[in-house]
T-cell receptor, first 112, second 113 residues
Framework: TQLLEQSPQFLSIQEGENLTVYCNSS?????LQWYRQEPGEGPVLLVT?????EVKKLKRLTFQFGDARKDSSLHITAAQPGDTGLYLC????????????FGKGTKLTVNP | NAGVTQTPKFQVLKTGQSMTLQCAQD?????MSWYRQDPGMGLRLIHY???????DQGEVPNGYNVSRSTTEDFPLRLLSAAPSQTSVYFC????????????FGNGTRLTVT
């Protein structure tokens, strides 16, 4: 069974600070996705990374896929209260299955 | 666009009762799935379907049944509710293929007393 470990589990910071969230596994994934979930809603896709070493930017969010495709990181620059939410990473094993394995999430709180 | 619609939004059951959680999508997605989300456990896959007439088990299938008679609908049935099934349930769909991004509904919060 493939597992994705996310860290930290909880993160509380002040507006304007930078932060990094990590998603690690001992397994190789063909692609990795990041989702954000707000209270009372379902997760919403932020980005998909496919190539080892790939870096994608979404405004103040930077996503990186590890060279070996076993890990990923999400870096937020100058966090804002609107960034508050649960961040989830999910991996696809590439064996032809559409199933995704999810990490347990990082709950981010950005205080004004 | 409606996307993925789940009903009901909230439900309280007594132990032993049965019920069906409804899920419908209007994006013509082939792949549909059910997850449960519990504190500290993340999202765990219950059942999934790669197309009408095809279903398979996920990580935590016990106590749940599914069927996929149409592309649009993917109901989840609780046969005999137990307190351990208290959770938030999410339905998700995608166009299919490895690593296709999921579109989630807004969840059903189920409490079993």
């Amino acid at each position: 069974t493939q597992l994705l470990e996310q860290s930290p589990q909880f993160l509380s910071i002040q507006e304007g600070e930078n932060l990094t969230v990590y998603c690690n596994s001992s397994s190789v994934f063909s692609s990795l996705q990041w989702y954000r979930q707000e209270p009372g809603e379902g997760p919403v896709l932020l980005v998909t990374v496919v190539t080892g070493g790939e870096v994608k930017k979404l405004k103040r969010l930077t996503f990186q896929f590890g060279d070996a495709r076993k890990d990923s990181s999400l870096h937020i620059t100058a966090a804002q209260p609107g960034d508050t939410g649960l961040y989830l990473c999910a991996g696809a094993d590439g064996g032809g299955s559409e199933k995704l394995v999810f990490g347990k999430g990082t709950k981010l709180t950005v205080n004004p | 666009n409606a996307g993925v619609t789940q009903t009901p939004k909230f439900q309280v059951l007594k132990t032993g009762q049965s019920m069906t959680l409804q899920c419908a999508q209007d994006m013509n997605h082939e792949y549909m799935s059910w997850y449960r989300q519990d504190p500290g456990m993340g999202l765990r896959l219950i059942h999934y379907s790669v197309g009408a007439g095809i279903t398979d088990q996920g990580e935590v299938p016990n106590g749940y049944n599914v069927s996929r008679s149409t592309t649009e609908d993917f109901p989840l049935r609780l046969l005999s509710a137990a307190p351990s099934q208290t959770s938030v349930y999410f339905c998700a769909s995608s166009y299919g293929g490895t690593g296709s991004p999921l579109h989630f509904g807004n969840g059903t919060r189920l409490t079993v007393t």
